[in-house]
């Protein structure tokens, strides 16, 4: 097979150069990743954060920022980097720029990931399509030949139609290999990164919601302190005329009690 594929590009066959062509872009975009996500991107986390955490516990936050840009300019460093940074000018935008950050960076672990599979896609589907045609111009060629010669040709032209499909099917699997490799170093490396966003908030936020709590707790007391506040005689007062018109006879009442005060004659006599 491996003969027989050679012969084809000593012919100069299209499809064979084509996907050739196609194999050699994926390949310098997966030594392109492996590269980013393993000696640029990827770094001790644990060690980093540990490091962080001795630097900000000594409130030393200008050795922090220097210990950062000395580690790395992307990843995690770069956004603790933008993150003491931000802390220095407005505590309270903290949070904000971690996530904006985070938002930022994340998209480059997978950048050109999926266009692995879209060439092993296409590499797989110019060699039908080079198998297809060549099988074509087979059969058209063996259609004018003599009897005696169809034989003897067929068999040969036909092997010869299947180099582009078993090269295409060939360089597919390899660069399918190479996206799974990068695709577990793309997801190991997002994990890492998670965990260690989460960490770096729970280090730097703290600061934020202490600078913030007081101003929140102002202003109920403020609130609290305008409320009119009613003295004791108040109630008193609006309380006695409830009571007196309660207590305070009827008109009905009035004239019953007179009624039953006034004695009989023959009580007098």
Request: hydrophobic share 50%; net charge negative.
């Amino acid at each position: 097979m491996f003969g027989e594929i050679a012969a084809s590009f000593q012919r100069g066959n299209g499809y064979l150069t084509l996907m050739l062509f196609l194999g050699f872009v994926a390949t310098a975009i997966t030594f392109e990743r492996i590269i980013m996500l393993q000696l640029v991107y990827h770094i001790d986390f644990n060690k980093f954060l540990t490091n962080l955490k001795k630097l900000l516990s000594s409130e030393d936050t200008s050795r922090a920022l220097s210990f950062c840009k000395s580690v790395s300019s992307t990843s995690l460093p770069g956004i603790a980097r933008r993150a003491l940074e931000a802390a220095e000018v407005d505590p309270t935008t903290i949070r904000g720029t971690i996530e904006e950050e985070t938002i930022d960076f994340l998209p480059r672990i997978e950048a050109r990931v999926g266009a692995l599979v879209a060439l092993s896609t296409l590499i797989m589907l110019t060699g039908i399509l080079g198998a297809i045609d060549s099988l074509w111009n087979t059969f058209h060629a063996v259609s004018v030949l003599d009897t005696a010669q169809k034989q003897a040709s067929l068999g040969s032209e036909v092997a010869r139609s299947l180099n582009p499909a078993a090269f295409g099917v060939l360089l597919s699997m390899l660069i399918l290999v190479g996206y799974y490799l990068v695709k577990g170093m793309a997801i190991r490396l997002t994990e890492k990164m998670h965990y260690g966003v989460t960490v770096l908030g729970n280090i730097l936020v703290p600061a934020e919601v202490a600078s913030v709590m007081p101003v929140a707790m102002a202003e109920p007391m403020q609130m609290h302190m305008q409320m009119p506040v009613s003295s004791p005689a108040e109630p008193a007062l609006a309380a006695q005329p409830i009571a007196t018109t309660q207590g305070a006879p009827s008109d009905a009442n009035v004239a019953d009690a007179v009624v039953q005060n006034i004695k009989d004659e023959e009580e007098i006599i």
